[in-house]
Nanobody, 121 residues
Framework: QVQFVESGGGLVQPGGSLRLSCAAS????????MYWYRQAPGKERALVAR????????DYVTSVKGRFFISRDNTKTTVFLQMTKLSPEDTAVYYC??????????????WGQGTQVTVSS
């Protein structure tokens, strides 16, 4: 069955960096576009970044542009999110998901457990 295992979260000071990983299994990873979402306390889950199946195209929500970088390794069926210059507003549970349509990034798979990122001094 489809499974996402997110890892790499933790407590970090403002201005710090973290690298999240999402190990995917149970579907044809290299044929799907991959997405990172986050859900802050009291808010809806929201798309943060996406990467095309080939890895040649990426997009970010405005608030993380120039600070977050998404990448993927199709040989390891893993997607990454390098996060830099973190601020308290980035505090959230981060999830990955996959979908067939890059320009309509609707998650098509069951959610994993996510990984908590807390930015605080």
């Amino acid at each position: 069955q489809v499974q996402f295992v997110e890892s790499g979260g933790g407590l970090v000071q403002p201005g710090g960096s973290l690298r999240l990983s999402c190990a995917a299994s149970g579907f044809a990873f290299s044929g799907y576009h991959m997405y990172w979402y986050r859900q802050a306390p009291g808010k809806e889950r929201a798309l943060v970044a996406r990467i095309a199946a080939s890895g040649t195209l990426t997009d970010y929500v405005t608030s993380v542009k120039g600070r977050f970088f998404i990448s993927r390794d199709n040989t390891k069926t893993t997607v990454f999110l390098q996060m830099t210059k973190l601020s308290p507003e980035d505090t959230a549970v981060y999830y990955c998901n996959a979908g067939p349509n890059y320009w309509s990034p609707l998650p098509a798979m069951p959610w994993g457990q996510g990984t908590q990122v807390t930015v605080s001094s």
